[in-house]
């Protein structure tokens, strides 16, 4: 056995004492002839290679899911490789101590096409990162990351993780619960597998129900989620590049006048402020209206939901982007 393979061996072992079964709960055994692992209660058998864990069910699967499959795991992460877009530059500037109070085994509920965490894996203090993802494009994930050995990726649904209770001292969430069935449950799945005083970093989006502009665009994106789910998906995507024309021309066009004479504040109250060209904003609009949910929160429904959690509240911090959220186990 070459010490490569003793070493992968070992991280898989680990691991294993981290995970059960989605389906009964009950520990795993690991199969290395098959390269699978079965559950020791139920008999289901799933998917592993060096770094990459499929650890999903059948029941895991709703309608929900099948629908952000189409829009995340097909279509926004099968070109990874070359767009790979990530967000913890956004998270530093809201929270300073980000990234120097990360340490231990972290996870990532929503990895995508896994730019935060491959940079979060580099932190000195981070041992581990699990990148947890219900798309379709894990495994080719797993592929690009077969050197980080600090990074492993789990294909699994973040209402159902598959680990067991108080394994991880903190979970990073960017911009995923608020597309789930059942954010509640999201939230206390994520309480359950933090440590005592684990933390969680959170961005959902808002209601945005001080800043008039982006509330006309909440409510124009809630007509258009509904309208459009009643085409079929080549007809989705062509309302959607007609779409992002209309919202260049009426949103950015005119926030990128307003920066050009100085208004850059009153230009960031604008919807896609960011876009320079219509092609910009087109992947947003696809994450936004081909979702087949979007929850909004307020400050005070945020609050409530952590509550209900068994999260307390370190910071909530508002902007024109939406919320950005620390917590702690209790």
Known sequence: MSDRFAFSDTIVLT???????????????????????????????????????????????????KQSLETWGKDLHKASK????????????????????????????????????????????????????IGENCQEIAMQNLNNKKLKIVRANCLNIPF?????????????????????????????????????????????MKNPFKRLGTLIEYFLMNFISLLNKNLQISFIYLISIICWFSFSLPSLILKKVGKRKLAEKFPFHWGITPLRIIPDLKDRLLAPVNHRYSIKKIRNLLLQSDLTELSIIEDYSGLYVIAEKK
Do not use: W
């Not at 980000?98 to 491959?118: K, Y």
């Not at 449950?185 to 959170?202: D, Q, S, T």
């Open 15 to 65: 691991m294993l004492n981290a995970l059960r079964c989605p389906n009964c709960f009950k520990n795993l055994q690991i199969n290395f002839d098959k390269k699978i692992l079965n559950c020791s209660n139920c008999s289901e058998s799933y998917k592993k290679t060096s770094n990459f864990f499929e650890i999903i069910s059948e029941k895991d699967i709703g309608y929900i899911e």
């Open 82 to 133: 070359k767009n790979k877009v990530g967000h913890i530059n956004t998270v530093n500037k809201k929270f300073a101590e980000f990234p120097d109070i990360l340490s231990g085994n972290v996870l990532e509920v929503g990895c995508g096409t896994c730019a935060d965490a491959e940079y979060i894996s580099s932190f000195s203090n981070v041992e581990n990162i699990i990148a947890l993802d």
């Open 164 to 208: 067991k209770n108080e394994q991880f001292k903190f979970v990073y969430s960017y911009g995923v619960v608020h597309h789930t069935s059942n954010p509640l449950k999201a939230l206390k799945e994520i309480n359950r597998v933090l440590k005592p005083k684990g933390k969680v970093y959170l961005y959902v989006y808002s209601s945005h």
